[in-house]
């Protein structure tokens, strides 16, 4: 059994995700039990200079230093204050904040088919040595550099915690992520011969970072998103928009494929409102459409890079409580979609308890990443422990 803290501030940039979890087992066998989870949101003044330095302001070396360093301390008293009452962790996962994402890029493919790409690149601040030392706990961080440096996209890491956690014997699955960006794990049936192997996942597009953004824009910053999706509820979706939006490259990117907010962010939004001003949309249509947008694009991607439909849909991250989003998808679908909650795995903290696994894989020699989804040429260990 070993005793392992969990900690992320994703796309949305919320707030540092905590978990404590027990571990048992390895990988076919391994079960976790949720000890405690928490949200520590950050103070609005970092949670500012983090927004502006995923828009791409500019940053000075020291100040992105500074940054840094106010990350770690947030992320290591997120790391403290959830062990409060517990017997104190054997080890933390962190992987920080995301401030920037640059997936790999094809360059050229030679007859049999492979791929020459760039590397990527991906930069998440509070560096694991600092948390380490402040909580004088073993801590594993950075985890998408050593895929990235096999060339694979970094991202998304957490399906093959999925496959582990959340697959079903006779069953095929979609683990459905809605953060800021959405992505997916798709779990073929255990009962299949390596099963592990046909497991797929990638980034879908945007979940919830357009939605939040045109909350924001639309209440000049009083609400910072549609909670429970009542305002596109009350509205009605513009469908030549959504059919326009989904012709965006990124969508007919076969996968591997990842994203982020340097795509779909506040310049993304301006061109929404820009195209959407023809159409004369309420504030609610704005929304509907945002929302059916989300939806669309998760339809799209299923039915064109899935091997097969899943029986089931089991929906994780704060979109899962947006039930605007989840009727849409549920009649696009048309398949039944539940959350992880239902399938004993917390929706609101699945990718807390991911990096806690993923730290503890990295202590015992486990491979994190899964190469037929991140693109990578190997399985590699992720993270750097210190
Ligand atoms: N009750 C709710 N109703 C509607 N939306 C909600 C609700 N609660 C949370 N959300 C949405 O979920 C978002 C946060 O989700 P989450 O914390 O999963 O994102 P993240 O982890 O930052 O993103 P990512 O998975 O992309 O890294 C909020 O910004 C909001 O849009
Ligand atoms: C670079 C980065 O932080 N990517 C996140 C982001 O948020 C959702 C999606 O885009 C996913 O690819 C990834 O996060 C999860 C935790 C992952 O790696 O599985």
Redesign the pocket.
């Given at each position: 059994m070993t005793l392992v803290v969990g900690l992320?501030s994703?796309?949305s940039v919320d707030g540092i995700d905590a978990a404590l979890i027990n571990i048992t087992g390895r990988t076919e066998d391994i079960q976790v039990e949720l000890l405690a989870a928490n949200t520590y949101p950050y103070p609005i003044d970092l949670r500012s200079q983090i927004l502006a330095a995923c828009k791409g302001e500019a940053i000075s070396i020291p100040q992105l230093a500074a940054l840094d360093d106010a990350i770690a301390l947030c992320f290591a008293q997120a790391a403290q204050n959830i062990q409060a009452g517990h017997p104190p962790a054997e080890l933390i996962g962190s992987?920080g904040q995301?401030v920037f994402?640059r997936p790999p890029v094809l360059t050229s493919r030679d007859v049999a088919g492979n791929a020459s790409t760039t590397l990527g690149y991906?930069l998440q601040l509070g560096r694991g040595a600092v948390i380490a030392q402040l909580t004088n706990t073993p801590t594993v961080s950075n985890f998408?550099a050593a895929d990235i440096a096999v060339g694979g996209h970094?991202?998304?890491?957490?399906?093959k915690v999925d496959a582990y956690l959340l697959s079903h014997l006779h069953e095929a699955r979609c683990v459905q992520?809605l953060?800021?960006?959405g992505?997916l794990a798709y779990l073929p049936p255990r009962s299949h011969v390596n099963w592990e192997e046909k497991v797929r996942g990638w980034?879908t597009g945007p979940a919830n970072t357009l939605l939040d953004l045109a909350v924001q824009h639309l209440t000049d910053g009083a609400q910072t998103y549609d909670r429970d999706g009542n305002w596109a509820a009350s509205g009605t979706p513009c469908h030549p928009l959504v059919e326009q939006w989904l012709n965006q490259d990124f969508f007919h990117l076969p996968p591997p494929k990842?994203t982020?907010r340097e795509l779909f962010g506040w310049e993304y939004l301006q061109q929404c409102l820009v195209d959407a001003r023809s159409y004369q949309l309420s504030a609610s249509d704005l929304l509907a459409t945002l929302t059916e947008f989300t939806v669309a694009s998760i339809v799209h991607s299923y039915r064109t890079f899935l091997p097969q439909m899943p029986e089931r849909v089991f929906l994780c991250g704060g979109g899962s409580r947006n039930l605007y989003l989840k009727q849409r998808l549920q009649i696009h679908l048309d398949i039944p979609v539940l959350t992880t909650d239902e399938a004993g795995l917390s929706a609101d903290f699945k990718?807390a308890i991911?990096f806690a696994v993923l730290a503890y894989w990295r202590q015992q020699g486990i491979p994190g990443n899964l190469p037929q989804v991140t693109g990578a040429k190997q399985a590699v260990l992720l993270g750097e422990l210190v």
């Open positions: 992320i994703g796309t992987h995301t994402h991906s998408r970094g991202a998304p890491l957490v399906p992520n953060g800021g960006i992505n980034d990842s982020g990718e991911a």
